[in-house]
């Protein structure tokens, strides 16, 4: 089973996700006679060693750490060794700082090669590698250097999440919640209705979740390529995510988008937008899947990571709220509000 979700780009142009069973079939997706340069990190090359020695590959470290200018350096330099060219297409095979790289790399080498992804991860494929945002951190803030640059394809196999350890799927599942929240009440009514074993067990249920949580960022990506407006939406959790994450290296980052979104609900009804049985219930989901609900950092310290977050303006930061399930709205919150907003009730 195969579906092929095409995203329009801004010039016309479209970006090719295919979701099902599509890894056997990597070489139709490739340019013809064009010279493939795989990135890839060392766990992933382990793995799929058999698929990826059929082409040149550069492969970089593990984790969040190496999602950096060095990393950016080390590939650009490895690839001038290489003698690559313009013509060349790049091939990012990975998760989503895999992708995030590679896809800044293609974007910027020679002012543009063309390329395109294999997704190993859950939350690379409903996320990370769909839409054209690639970029690196800097003094540990997520992605405050980036690009827009939609790949040519992304192929997202299921049966490659096999291999993913058990957090790593659950933290990918995440992102799947919050696309249901911003515009898909039945993908968020599947996580009302299963638990977190029917996710991982039952194949065509998280083929429907994946294909649904693609749509929802085609629609969105479609209607804004280049983050202007409703794109924005897509950040539904991350804002406080991104401090969680920089505040604590406890968590996952699909962990810290779970709490995340918690946070923007609490914040949603203490404004006024959403009511509080609904705030409850996207807690409880979120619970059921077994995510954690609390950072166990201070208010205090949240608020301040905010302070630097890249979507400020002045003394205020745009947030995602929710008045309901798919229905959600971008406003700025002063920082002056943002400790007794963030905070639990006693």
């Known amino acids: 089973m195969k579906e092929t979700i095409a995203v329009r780009k801004g010039d016309g142009s479209t970006s090719q996700v295919v979701v099902g069973d599509v890894l056997g079939t990597l070489p139709d997706y490739l340019p013809a006679g064009k010279r493939v340069i795989v990135i890839t990190d060392a766990n992933v090359y382990d793995l799929y060693a058999p698929v990826i020695d059929r082409y040149e590959k550069i492969v970089i470290g593990q984790g969040e750490g190496n999602k950096t200018h060095a990393t950016l350096l080390e ?20 998760g989503g700082i895999v992708t995030d790289i590679a896809g800044f790399v293609a974007t910027t080498y020679m002012r543009g090669v063309r390329f395109g992804f294999v997704a190993t991860t859950l939350l690379a494929q409903v996320d990370a590698s769909i839409g054209g945002k690639n970029g690196v951190n800097v003094g540990g803030y997520k992605n405050m250097v980036g690009t827009f640059s939609q790949p040519g394809f992304v ?79 897509l950040n539904l959790g991350h804002t406080f995510a991104h401090a969680i994450e920089k505040s604590s290296r406890r968590f996952l980052h699909g962990e810290a988008v779970a709490i995340g979104t918690v946070t923007a609900a609490r914040v949603s009804c203490k404004l006024g937008l959403l009511d509080a049985a609904l705030a409850e219930r996207i807690r409880t989901v979120i619970e059921r899947m077994g995510f954690p609900v609390d950072a166990g950092v201070s208010d205090y310290r949240l608020a301040e990571a905010l302070r630097l977050d890249k979507k400020k303006e002045g003394d205020e930061v745009a947030l995602v709220l929710l008045r309901g399930v798919g229905d959600c709205v971008i406003r700025p919150v002063p920082f002056d509000q943002m400790e007794t907003l963030i905070a639990e009730e006693e």
């Open 155 to 233: 192929l997202c196999d299921p049966n490659v999440l096999r291999t993913l350890p058990k957090r790593e799927f659950r933290a990918g599942l995440a992102e799947i919640v919050k696309a249901g929240l911003i515009a898909d009440p039945a993908l968020f009514a599947l996580f009302e209705n299963h638990f977190f074993e029917d996710f991982s067990e039952d194949g065509p249920l998280l083929l429907e979740a994946i294909a649904r949580a693609i749509r929802v960022k085609k629609q969105i990506v479609e209607a804004d390529e280049r983050e202007a407006g409703e794109r924005r939406k």
């Open 75 to 94: 590939i650009y330099e490895r690839l001038l060794e290489m003698e690559a060219d313009r013509g060349c297409f790049i091939l990012g095979f990975g």
